[in-house]
């Protein structure tokens, strides 16, 4: 992955520079929210996915940073919405945004945030980019309030899970992969190919998340662990020892999932229910299959530096250990 | 008013079966949430805004309906953003949506609401309609936030005042108009003319909105009067009171509107500060200005129905007693 990092350090100081230049607000709290968040740490996997699918097709136009930014911003701006929602006190180490300047200002800036991406799509980008964004934006948040209705819901299936992860993350790497594709001028056919690959490579990075929640090492990770049962959250793990346990103890885990507030010796009890029913084993399974589905997509590109870089991120968001 | 509303009955019609078909969701609580704020007895103000500048130039394309519910769509996301951030517990005498669903859903609704927005758009529209409304969204985050920033502030001026009603009110009632004129293929003078009529009638919705808060009469309004001072409102009766007032008087506003919690009998002195130095003559005045220019405006265009019924939108926004 480092070498990935470094192969688009350029492109991704342009995309910073990028995101500096939109946010052009007078009202002084907008840009400092917004620097705050976005300054806080994050990866830029997302631009990463959009420039590496550009680069595939040696697109080379700057306008590709400003549609990085804007992939970044509507990410940006989830992460306002969903601190408000979850009443955050942090984020990724410091001071939420909700807490440091309030709920109110916290959903505005995220509107604003998506209203200065609509806007610059709408003075560089063509109707169709427009339309993956728009689509994009929809499957995110009928994906969040499928996962808001789901909470703690033992009938939640796979396909209800693989929505929901969608709305999460899928959704939003694959419109990064496909928005790279367009302003490169590949064929319909190959952004349908790289909008799958982005979305293999989203549903890889959330069920690893899943995973990793039932990590034992809890100081590896360097922040708690077993929070999604906590939460009532149904992940892949706990969805597929659910369908495999007996009614017995599927009504236990219901049960234990139900009212918000589970003990410590339940929580033990569900895990390792999940544990002996194979749930782990069998999210790993399924995101080995994306990412050999990745691997057996990107083959029938031409080599090159760019799709050797997409691989790695798919590969890197299945193996990563926190 | 009422022939207005009769003029246009089934052109609003027709856009509530717009809006009806542009709500497709399959997760149930989103169709809810929209219908549950959307049938409360809203006035579509905001379509028939749109709906009138269209027929002025006799476009009849059914197109015309589709724009019309984007408009009372984006209306609607700020209220479901706006009724989480201001926690209220009910909106237009009904539970409000955030009560009922909780902040979640609702935020994550009016999200939703927004990318179907952009996605009819982006399916019926041109760029520079897409250009209008992000631009119009830009406006108003930035007009709320500004007004969350002068909460109680005695330095602000008319000219954010200003602002901050385009963000409330006015940013969307003038692109009503100007999508209107934009569809039926208006001239870019036509479309500035007609942006500008719609930003003066939505500051006159809000003008008479502040006057109306000191009426004396609860019954008539139908809800608590004086609610804007309590809240450290700064309306244009209250601005132009403490531009005029002396330093002490000032200084009492002031420390009165600081707190958040104002006595009762500091309250009735800011409201008589306010009558003795003219504010709500004031704000009569500068609504008045607005509903002339209007006048003039309009008179440029050749006389019609339509002509005629924004003219009568325009005088009811400023005539209005509830």
New interface residues.
């Given amino acids: 992955m480092e070498r990935v990092l470094s192969l688009f350090a350029s492109e991704l100081e342009a995309t910073e520079n990028a995101m500096r230049e939109a946010i052009t ?1 007078d ?1 002084p ?2 840009p400092q929210i917004i620097n705050h968040i976005t300054s806080s740490g994050g990866k830029r996997f997302r631009p990463l996915l959009l420039l590496s699918c550009a680069a595939m097709f040696n697109y080379r136009d700057a306008k590709r940073f400003r549609f990085a930014a804007i992939i970044e911003f509507i990410h940006t701006a989830t992460l306002l ?1 969903d601190d ?3 009443v955050a006190q942090t984020r990724r180490g410091q001071e939420s945004a909700n807490k440091k300047w ?4 916290s ?3 995220g ?2 945030l ?3 991406s ?2 610059i ?3 560089h980008g063509d ?2 980019v ?2 993956i ?6 499957l ?3 994906g ?3 996962q ?2 789901k909470s703690g819901r033992g009938d939640t299936s796979e396909k209800d899970y693989l929505r929901i992860v969608q709305g999460k993350t899928a959704a939003l790497t694959s419109a990064a992969c496909e928005v790279g594709a367009r302003l490169a001028g590949a064929s319909a056919a190959q952004q349908r190919a790289l909008a799958q690959v982005g979305l293999h490579i989203g549903t890889v990075f959330q069920i690893t998340d899943d995973i990793l929640d039932y990590s034992s090492d809890k100081e590896e990770m360097g922040k708690d662990i077993n929070q999604d049962i906590s939460e009532g959250k149904m992940t892949l793990p706990l969805i597929h020892a659910m369908e495999k346990a007996s009614r017995e103890e599927r009504m236990f885990m219901q049960e234990a999932l139900t009212h918000g507030k589970i003990t410590p010796a339940k929580r033990e009890k569900v895990i390792s229910l999940v544990v002996s029913y194979g749930g782990i084993e069998y999210a790993r399974s399924q995101s080995s299959q994306r990412i050999k589905d990745v691997r057996k997509i990107l083959g029938n590109f031409p080599a090159s530096p760019a799709q050797e870089s997409l691989l790695t991120i798919a590969e890197y968001a299945a193996s990563r250990s926190k």
């Avoid at 309030?102 to 200002?105: I, Q």
């Fill in positions: 607000s009202i709290n907008i919405h408000v929602v979850d309030g709920n109110a200002a959903v505005l800036t509107d604003f998506l209203a200065s609509m806007l799509m709408a003075q109707m169709e427009i339309r964004v728009a689509n994009m934006l929809r995110m948040s009928e969040e309030i499928l808001l209705n």
